[in-house]
């Protein structure tokens, strides 16, 4: 299957940061890719669906201005926590996809806000 | 309403045996795909298998079935001949057409535990 590579895999960050994770396509290209967001023993949350080249989808509930969502090429896009607080803490997991296609997940990243 | 069900917050199989994850689903789009994904305690996803809403056949993939039943809205996952390393949760999901994307859709998923 397609390789989609997330970065950092872990993170620790103090209260009031801001945190970029990054999201890659390895070997296609992504016209959508979409934001999870997992608490521990829950199922996937979907934060935001994001389109190459046009601003992100975000779902109801999700702060558009906290999480900041960018999809500048074909094979990238980032989220951003900003200024983030112990309740951010989470395993956060992207998925790129074309049309037609199942989507293929990064490895996540566990984000520690203290 | 929730779109993907999936009843069984955990289930316990000996290994080699088989066993059946259930999800049914909901939606009102003829064109749909379903998915099954496992989530090991690493926290990737990793595709199992994929069922298309036109498909005839039901998808099979190695040790890995699904039973699609569409009349019934169900989508079960067979995994025959259970090994040790089978033990994750397991996500039923559902691609549907929403506003020009196919957004997915997961369930909450099954807590699976092979024991020897």
């Known amino acids: 299957g397609a390789v989609v590579s997330q970065h950092p895999s872990w993170v620790i960050c103090k209260s009031g940061t801001s945190v970029k994770i990054e999201c890659r396509s390895l070997?296609?290209?992504?016209?959508?890719m979409f934001w999870y967001r997992q608490f521990p023993k829950q199922s996937l949350m979907l934060m935001a669906t994001?389109?190459?080249?046009?601003?992100?989808?975000?779902e109801q509930g999700v702060e558009k201005d906290k999480f900041l969502i960018n999809h500048a090429s074909l094979t990238l896009s980032t989220l951003t926590v900003t200024s983030a607080h112990p309740e951010d803490s989470s395993f956060y997991i992207c998925?790129?996809?074309?049309?037609?296609?199942?989507?293929?997940f990064g490895q996540g990243t566990r984000l520690t806000v203290v | 309403a929730q779109k993907i069900t999936q009843t069984q917050p955990g289930m316990f199989v000996q290994e080699k045996e088989a066993v059946t994850l259930d999800c049914t689903y909901d939606?009102?789009?003829?064109?749909?795909?379903l998915f099954w994904y496992k989530q090991p305690s690493s926290g990737e996803m990793i595709f199992l298998i994929y069922q298309g809403s036109y498909d005839q056949q039901n998808a099979t993939e190695g040790r890995y079935s699904l039973n699609f039943q569409k009349a019934r809205k169900s989508a079960n996952l067979v995994i025959s001949a259970s090994q040790l390393g089978d033990s994750a949760m397991y996500f039923c999901?559902?691609?549907?057409?929403?506003?020009?994307?196919?957004?997915?859709?997961f369930g909450r998923g099954t807590s699976l535990i092979v024991h020897p």
């Open positions: 998925s790129a996809t074309q049309p037609n296609t199942e989507a293929f």
């Open positions: 994001s389109n190459e080249g046009s601003k992100a989808t975000y």
């Open positions: 999901a559902m691609r549907e057409r929403s506003g020009g994307s196919y957004i997915p859709t």
């Open positions: 939606t009102s789009d003829p064109s749909y795909g």
């Open positions: 070997d296609f290209q992504a016209t959508t």
